[in-house]
């Protein structure tokens, strides 16, 4: 159960899992190598995923117009609108990257990070409360791919 919108452009070898949902205008480019996309994830309107080696975690939300570019994404992250990673960046799971945040080529950020800034910063450890935040942005989109599904 997953949803391709059909003003997206997804490659034919990226690796989707189940319930993936990638929204109108996102392009997701595997021609300089393999993407993989872990199950429950949400990829929002005019993202940007491409690179070799991009690795996305299950439970991933990606904010409208991010782009993740050749780096690995943990699972449980929340990635901000407009956020950009670069080429080698890893994200540990259960993080969140701030609106606008620019990680940088080759930054390895710790499980459990608030990450903020240009370029990107630690700023703290996930509160109880983050972690809930990055539960429901994923849990939202699962919800809605199977209201859309009991409509069909």
């Not at 990638?22 to 995923?49: H, L, N, T």
């Not at 409208?64 to 929340?78: F, R, Y």
């Not at 990680?103 to 370029?119: A, N, Q, T, Y």
């Amino acid at each position: 159960m997953s949803f391709i919108h059909p003003k997206s452009d997804v490659d034919k070898k990226v690796k989707l899992s189940p319930n993936t949902y990638i929204a109108a205008f996102a392009a997701i480019r595997a021609d300089e190598g393999e993407i993989r996309i872990g199950k429950c994830v949400s990829i929002q309107e005019s993202c940007v995923v491409h690179g070799p080696g991009v690795e996305i975690g299950d439970n991933v939300t990606i904010g409208h117009g991010a782009i993740v570019h050749g780096c690995k994404v943990g699972s449980n992250v929340l990635v901000g609108m407009h956020a950009t990673l670069l080429t080698g960046c890893e994200i540990g799971e259960w993080s969140i990257i701030a609106a606008g945040a620019l990680v940088p080529e080759g930054m390895k950020i710790p499980p459990r990070s608030v990450v903020m800034g240009l370029p990107a910063k630690v700023v703290r450890q996930c509160t109880d409360a983050d972690i809930e935040r990055i539960k429901f942005s994923s849990q939202s989109y699962l919800n809605k791919l199977e209201k859309m599904n009991k409509k069909d």
